[in-house]
């Protein structure tokens, strides 16, 4: 697969999350989730967002700057918190040590992408050697990997907001 094709794969992903995100939201009233697949489905995106990152870095050579380490830092125990959370039904587990790492990888991925539209808001947090104000992939004129990363945290954080206490 080129990099050209994995860039549009990974940013149709990312939309996809933002839709998934809003259904959510929007059904959340109406009916929420159950906890079993809120917990597997968050799981997944944890999976499928360390799976991307790190094709981006092993298959495609692309070096992560400080703010993607802090990122990936983040994400990459969602996997293991969520999935075993997912396997015993702990939903308050998974809220408890899920929430906090998708938060912060959150603020950190918004903060990222803000520095891609505004750089006057580095704060002496990149690094010269992979400048954190260079976005590597810049799709549909918005999207790059720390949206994607952002994407990734929200629909986290969204599906163990909304699932149901009880199942």
């Known amino acids: 697969m080129s990099y050209q094709t994995y860039t549009h794969f990974t940013a149709i992903l990312a939309l996809t999350a933002n839709v998934a995100t809003l259904a959510l939201v929007v059904s959340w009233r109406r009916s929420r989730v159950a906890p079993s697949p809120a917990m597997w489905g968050a799981a997944g ?3 499928v967002a360390t ?3 790190l094709i981006y870095s ?3 050579d692309l070096q992560p700057c400080d703010l993607c380490w802090y990122q990936r830092i983040a ?11 997912a396997f015993r039904g702990d939903l308050a587990g998974a809220r408890r040590y899920g929430l906090p790492l998708a938060a912060a990888g959150g603020l950190v991925a ?3 992408y803000l520095l891609h539209h505004f750089p006057s808001l580095e704060a002496g947090t990149c690094s010269f050697s992979v400048p954190c104000l260079v976005p590597y992939v810049w ?9 994607m990363a952002l994407s990734g945290f929200v629909l986290i954080i969204v599906a163990l907001v909304t699932a149901r206490e009880d199942s």
């Open 45 to 47: 995106v944890a999976g």
């Open 51 to 53: 799976v991307g990152s």
């Open 58 to 60: 092993l298959g495609f």
């Open 75 to 85: 994400m990459y125990p969602l996997v293991l918190i969520l999935g075993v959370a």
């Open 110 to 112: 918004g903060y990222h």
């Open 139 to 147: 799709r549909y004129g918005f999207l790059s990997i720390p949206y």
